[in-house]
């Protein structure tokens, strides 16, 4: 049974940091497409950031350059490390994992992910 738990949420200030993580279990990280997305109320499921099996990366425009996608295939375990937090960022985080193997440039759109976590919540306050 493959199950995506993510943690490292909290409340921080505008400015502040914060590194979530995301824990395969039941599946492997290394070849497969693997992402962030956040929701916030009343918004649509937003593609934050994804990572492919060589480590290319693609970021939403507004988080590039303060947001960091990474994964541990060792640990099968993938990380989002968020700097320079602004309001905006609050939500709900969620990870998703593909189910094909070997894509390049992998996207960020909710409909190419077949795993998902149950999110953990990021506030950021002004």
């Known amino acids: 049974q493959v199950q995506l738990v993510e943690s490292g949420g909290g409340s921080v200030q505008a400015g502040g940091s914060l590194r979530l993580s995301c824990v395969a279990s039941g599946y492997t990280t290394s070849n497969v497409c693997m992402a962030w997305f956040r929701q916030s109320p009343g918004k649509a499921r937003e593609g934050v950031a994804a990572i492919d099996r060589t480590d290319l990366t693609r970021y939403k425009e507004s988080v590039r350059g303060r947001f960091t996608i990474s994964k541990d295939d060792d640990k099968n375990t993938l990380y989002l490390q968020m700097n320079s937090l602004q309001p905006e960022d609050s939500g709900m985080y969620f990870c998703?994992?593909?189910?094909?193997?070997?894509?390049?440039?992998?996207?960020?759109?909710?409909?190419?992910?077949?795993?998902w976590g149950q999110g953990t919540q990021v506030t950021v306050s002004s």
């Open positions: 998703a994992a593909g189910i094909r193997t070997g894509d390049l440039w992998c996207t960020t759109l909710a409909g190419d992910y077949y795993y």
